[in-house]
């Protein structure tokens, strides 16, 4: 199996600061990787797909990158509805797997 | 606006069995595979299986191999995952999950989940 690794695991941040959340994969995976945003007692959002392709409806605050085994997560200017947790997928192959989480706090 | 309630979660002793359900609408339910994901309480994202748009192909995280199996009712846009031999390990929100499309890709639809709690 693959495995996604998630940093930081938590992080505390202003209105308006610049965040950024890393996932490395163990393995290549080829751009197969998604983001998505969960905030308490709700389901998970889709964020980007593809590693950079936003979804419809996601502010354009956020963006996606990376290649190969790393990419990258930026929020370019946080705001109060940000503050969720958010987790990198891959879905190269089967099975699935998902980083273990990164907690955006307000500081 | 795509839509999935999940159902039949429950409190049920080690060993015993549940079915959940997963009601879709507002999308052509056959063209999609869907899928099951967990979270245990405070916990990340696991999944646990997934059925192709036919029903004929189907896939399963190796912890609930044996013991889960997933189906669909394409007539009813209706999903499924039978829980056999449950185990305090499977205890968690299941979420019922639509794929953006077929073949590998992520999951862009999401239930509210249904809690499922195994204790005696």
């Known amino acids: 199996d693959i495995q996604m690794t998630q940093s930081p695991a938590s992080l505390s941040a202003s209105i308006g600061d610049r965040v950024t959340i890393t996932c490395r994969a163990s393995q290549g995976i080829y751009n197969s990787l998604a983001w998505y945003q969960q905030k308490p007692g709700k389901a998970p959002k889709l964020l980007f797909h593809?590693?950079?392709r936003l979804e419809s409806g996601v502010p354009s605050r956020f963006s996606g990158s990376g290649s190969g085994t790393d990419y990258t997560l930026t929020i370019s200017s946080l705001q109060p509805e940000d503050f969720a947790t958010y987790y990198c997928q891959h879905y190269y192959n089967i099975p699935p797997t998902f980083g273990q989480g990164t907690k955006v706090e307000i500081k | 606006e795509v839509h999935l309630l999940e159902s039949g979660g429950n409190l049920v002793q080690p060993g015993g069995s549940l079915r959940l359900s997963c009601a879709a609408s507002?999308?052509?339910?056959?063209?999609?595979?869907m899928s099951w994901v967990r979270q245990a309480p405070g916990k990340g994202l696991e999944w646990v299986s997934t059925?192709?748009?036919?029903?004929?192909?189907?896939s399963y995280t190796d912890s609930v191999k044996g013991r889960f199996t997933i189906s669909r009712d394409n007539s009813e846009s209706a999903l499924f995952l039978q829980m056999n031999s449950l185990r305090v390990e499977d205890s968690a929100i299941y979420y019922c999950a639509k794929k953006l499309s077929s073949g590998y890709f992520p999951f862009d639809s999401w239930g509210q989940g249904t809690l499922v709690t195994v204790s005696s």
């Open positions: 593809g590693a950079s």
């Open positions: 059925v192709s748009g036919g029903g004929g192909s189907t």
């Open positions: 507002g999308f052509t339910f056959s063209n999609f595979a």
